[in-house]
Nanobody, 125 residues
């Protein structure tokens, strides 16, 4: 089992920034793909960003150039730096790990791996 615990969500005005953190622990997961996805009421779940064990990153088109995913060397912490936030970024953000398939945001399948409980991000206009 892999445990994932998110933190850092909150409310911010349009154009602002937030940093989300995810603490990872549990069974060996050093080779897992890790990432972030979001879910807003009435909208489909969206993979936001993914990072491989070698540090290669991938982003959804909707956040490319605004969001940055990173991890510490031990892979015990995963981060999502979100800049130039927009109201449409409002959602519950979840950390995910270990889904099968390509390590890309569009292929992020949290139901096939591990996920945290989420942290709310609200962007007001």
């Amino acid at each position: 089992q892999v445990q994932l615990v998110e933190s850092g969500g909150g409310s911010v005005q349009s154009g602002g920034s937030l940093r989300l953190s995810c603490a990872a622990s549990g069974s060996p997961y050093s080779s897992f793909c890790m990432g972030w996805f979001r879910q807003a009421p009435g909208k489909e779940r969206e993979g936001v960003a993914a990072i491989a064990s070698d540090g290669k990153t991938n982003y959804a088109d909707s956040v490319k150039g605004r969001f940055t995913i990173s991890q510490n060397n031990a892979r015990t912490m995963l981060y999502l730096d979100m800049n130039t936030l927009k109201p449409e970024d409002t959602a519950m953000y979840y950390c995910a790990a270990g889904w099968p398939g390509p390590c890309t945001a569009v292929h992020l399948r949290p139901d096939s791996g591990y996920r945290g409980q989420g942290t709310q991000v609200t962007v007001s206009s």
